[in-house]
Structure formats: structure tokens, C-alpha cells
């Protein structure tokens, strides 16, 4: 009895070990201050040291960023954004889109995966009649639903990550709706950073402005207006929607033929 206890105790702790050791890979990230690192004036300030590597070493260069993105994805880490700028800066709209969507898609299908290997059985064992009619029903409509959520901007890429895990999403279902979620943010994005030299101009030209008002900070902040207008928010949110017609048409029916 008490070696099947302990064999069990070491299963226990063996589930919860990826979960761990992404957790410990983001304290240690805020620890080191590698966020700085990710900021949109780092980027202005190397992006001519990076193209030049880049230009240096083209093909492990995508399969590098590829792997950084897929790690700061993994571990929740912020500068998603900048990444996604990133790519279009140094490989064109072309090449730094499907990077960075490759990118998002790896690393959130490994905290996915962390995610339900250590909390997917606990939660299904002590879920109350509520919220297991809440997984059973996501897990019916996985794919609308996690289509909406990746298309949504109004939901955390990192909650989508760990909620959809929870919920029992199929991994096979969160792997092509994540694919195709992120797409049409990471073209955005990655389009704009393809004309990174217009947007650094215009953020020099704004610092210099602060600075001649006699602010005393005046960081080189990312125009974020000038990508994300509240017009493509709306066209995303409105996609978002439309991938939960299938479910609201599907219920119309069958209330309707009750």
C-alpha cells in the first residue's frame, strides 16, 4: 500500500514538472530583466545589427526566431508584439508572418499541453455538475469557440492557452484553430514592422517633442495606433463572431424544434 502511495506521489509530481518548469522559466525571465530586452526601442536601436545578421545567416535566422518566439510563448512571456514587429522588420511581411504565427502556435501548444497533463485530471476529478457542464459544452464546440478566441482581441493570447487546456479542449482542434487564429494579427503586425524605418521616425519625432515640452520621460514608445486602428479591431472582433454562428444557428434550431 504505501509503495502504490508512493508511486502515485511520483506520478503526481511528474505531471506537475512542465507546469514547473515554466513557471520557473518566467521568474527567471522578470529576474534577469530580459523584458527589456523586448521593447520597441531595443528594436529601433539594433535593427540594423540584426538585419545584418540576418542577411548573414537567413535560414537559421527564421529557425532561431522561430524557437525564441515559441519559448516566450510557452513560458507566457510579454513581448509578443515586438516579436511579431520583429519579424516583419527583419524577414519581410512575407517571411515574419507565418514565423510568427509558427511561433505562437508551438509554444502555446506547449503550455497547452503542461497545462492539461497537470491540471486537466485534478480539475475533472473535483469539478462540480456546473463547470462539467461547462467543459462538455466547449469541448462540443471546440472548434468555434477557439476560433472565436483567437480571433477575438479582447482575450489574452496566455489565457486562451491555459482556459482551452482546462476546458479539455482535443489538442488536434486547439493546434489548427491556434494556426489559423493567429494569422490575421501576426500579418498585421508583421506588415508593419516590414516598414519598421516610417514607424521609428515617427516615434523619434514624438520623443523629441516630449523632450522639447521639458518632460522628463520621454521613452520611444511603439505608435500603437498606427497599426491596430479601432476599425481592424472591429473587422477581428467581427470575425470572432462569425465563428460562433454554427453554435448560435445550431441552438436556434433545436430550441425552435423543441
Not at 11 to 40: E, H, K, M, T, V
Not at 137 to 149: C, H, I
Not at 194 to 219: F, N, V
Request: net charge positive; proline share 5%; aromatic share 10%.
Amino acid at each position: 500500500m504505501a509503495k502504490g502511495e508512493a508511486q502515485q506521489g511520483t506520478y503526481g509530481l511528474r505531471r506537475f514538472a512542465p507546469l514547473g518548469a515554466i513557471a520557473l522559466a518566467l521568474a527567471a525571465f522578470f529576474a534577469l530583466r530580459l523584458d527589456r530586452a523586448l521593447s520597441f526601442e531595443q528594436l529601433v536601436e539594433t535593427r540594423a545589427a540584426w538585419r545584418a545578421y540576418v542577411g548573414a545567416h537567413p535560414v537559421g535566422s527564421v529557425a532561431g526566431f522561430v524557437a525564441l518566439y515559441a519559448g516566450l510563448v510557452a513560458i507566457s512571456a510579454p513581448g509578443a508584439t515586438i516579436m511579431t514587429l520583429a519579424a516583419g522588420a527583419l524577414f519581410g511581411a512575407w517571411v515574419g508572418a507565418p514565423a510568427a504565427a509558427l511561433g505562437a502556435t508551438l509554444g502555446a501548444s506547449l503550455l497547452f499541453l503542461a497545462a492539461r497533463s497537470a491540471l486537466g485530471t485534478w480539475l475533472a476529478t473535483r469539478a462540480g455538475p456546473a463547470l462539467g457542464r461547462l467543459t462538455a459544452g466547449f469541448r462540443k464546440d471546440a472548434a468555434s469557440y477557439m476560433l472565436f478566441l483567437r480571433l477575438s482581441p479582447l482575450f489574452p493570447f496566455w489565457l486562451v492557452n491555459l482556459a482551452a487546456a482546462l476546458a479539455g479542449a482535443p489538442f488536434a482542434t486547439f493546434l489548427w484553430t491556434t494556426a489559423i487564429g493567429v494569422l490575421p494579427a501576426a500579418a498585421v503586425f508583421a506588415y508593419a514592422g516590414a516598414s519598421l524605418d516610417s514607424l521609428a521616425e515617427t516615434a523619434i519625432a514624438a520623443r523629441a517633442a516630449c523632450r522639447a515640452a521639458g518632460e522628463a520621460a520621454c521613452p520611444l514608445s511603439l505608435p500603437l495606433s498606427a497599426i491596430f486602428s479601432p476599425r481592424l479591431a472591429g473587422l477581428l472582433l467581427g470575425f470572432s463572431l462569425l465563428a460562433l454562428a454554427p453554435v448560435l444557428a445550431r441552438r436556434w434550431r433545436a430550441r425552435h424544434s423543441g
